[in-house]
């Protein structure tokens, strides 16, 4: 554990003159690097000046976080992304007629050979093995025994 852990202003070394060397060395840099300020610009950006590139950036990551909370195994990768992106005729975008990344079976994870770009309107309406659609593999809120209702109490 660190000498400091816990600790606030002079009992953490902090004394007053200290303060006031950190002050200006900070006014100093801010002076000196006047568009620099918290490294936001497109030149930070991983992606690059373009923010097309950035918004698929995005969405990316949502989607993996998403199947990452779901417990669902994720093993498409940024540039394989980027590549089933050019191949789409139209915009992604959650319209029923705009294109997607679907997975065909869905009780398989997120992988290259198990997803293809589908209209909404075809993925939510696709013929499945008996009366329900398939539900995606995962630990929701249901499957860990929590059923909500409006009071936010549990059923019993």
């Given at each position: 554990?660190?000498?400091?852990?816990?600790?606030?202003?002079?009992?953490?070394?902090?004394?007053p003159e200290r303060r006031r060397k950190?002050?200006?060395?900070?006014?100093?840099?801010?002076?000196?690097?006047?568009?620099?300020?918290?490294?936001?610009?497109?030149?930070?950006?991983?992606?690059?000046?373009?923010?097309?590139?950035?918004?698929?950036?995005?969405?990316?990551?949502?989607?993996?976080?998403?199947?990452?909370?779901?417990?669902?195994?994720?093993?498409?990768?940024?540039?394989?992304?980027?590549?089933?992106?050019?191949?789409?005729?139209?915009?992604?975008?959650?319209?029923?007629?705009?294109?997607?990344?679907?997975?065909?079976?869905?009780?398989?994870?997120?992988?290259?050979?198990?997803?293809?770009?589908?209209?909404?309107?075809?993925?939510?309406?696709?013929?499945?093995?008996?009366?329900?659609?398939?539900?995606?593999?995962?630990?929701?809120?249901?499957?860990?025994?929590?059923?909500?209702?409006?009071?936010?109490?549990?059923?019993?």
């Open positions: 554990m660190s000498w400091n852990k816990g600790k606030k202003g002079i009992e953490a070394g902090w004394t950190a002050s200006r060395r900070q006014k100093q840099w801010l002076r000196d690097h006047p568009t620099q300020l918290w490294n936001s610009g497109p030149e930070y950006w991983l992606t690059g000046p373009d923010p097309e590139v950035r918004r698929l950036r995005v969405r990316f990551n949502r989607m993996r976080a998403q199947a990452k909370f779901w417990r669902q195994a994720w093993t498409i990768n940024w540039e394989d992304y980027l590549d089933l992106y050019k191949t789409a005729p139209g915009e992604w975008e959650r319209d029923m007629d705009a294109y997607n990344l679907a997975r065909e079976d869905t009780r398989k994870g997120w992988h290259i050979w198990n997803v293809r770009l589908m209209t909404r309107r075809e993925a939510m309406t696709r013929p499945t093995k008996g009366r329900h659609r398939r539900k995606p593999k995962g630990l929701g809120s249901k499957e860990r025994g929590i059923t909500w209702s409006r009071g936010g109490k549990k059923k019993k």
